[in-house]
């Protein structure tokens, strides 16, 4: 499928959408998902358009999982969770729902159950407070 430049995250890569920003830099941009599983749950983006990472550069790829872990290091300090699970979904039967590739960072606790997907939209003003703790910790 070819990409489409107008899904949701790369008009907020292009500054059309707001999002609630934790770390950018010239190759990817790290964000909060609106639906979160978990609370602290990230989002991780290349700016290279890509649908999947069977069309993304090496380069691209290398910085996504560079940003990714510097990202996690900060969710695990910031919010002093155990366990981080990074989900990574190509396509949509293996339930990829934003057709721009991405890894999602989600805390863990033990006992904790996780949300469902991308079911349930909150008010972005209430993941502020936990973005602010994650920006502190980069
Ligand atoms: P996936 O199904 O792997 O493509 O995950 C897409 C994620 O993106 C899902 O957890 C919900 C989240 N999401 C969908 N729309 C938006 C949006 O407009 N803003 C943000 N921050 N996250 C979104």
Redesign the pocket.
């Known amino acids: 499928m070819p990409y489409n430049p107008d899904n949701?995250f790369a008009k907020?890569i292009r500054g059309e959408?707001p999002?609630?920003k934790v770390y950018e830099d010239a190759r990817t941009l790290s964000?909060?998902?609106?639906?979160p599983?978990a609370d602290g749950?990230m989002?991780v983006v290349p700016k290279e358009p890509a649908e999947t990472i069977f069309d993304l550069s090496p380069e691209g790829m290398a910085a996504m999982m560079v940003t990714t872990q510097k990202v996690a290091k900060a969710v695990k300090k910031a919010l002093a969770c155990p366990g981080i699970m990074l989900?990574q979904?190509n396509g949509k039967p293996a339930?990829?729902?934003?057709?721009h590739v991405?890894f999602?960072i989600v805390p863990r606790s033990a006992g904790v159950d996780l949300r469902l997907?991308?079911r349930s939209m909150v008010d972005?003003k209430t993941l502020e407070p936990t973005a602010a703790k994650i920006r502190a910790a980069l």
Request: proline share 4%.
């Open positions: 949701i907020i959408i999002c609630v964000f909060m998902d609106v639906m599983q749950h989002l989900v979904l339930g990829q729902s934003v057709f991405h999602h997907h991308a972005p």
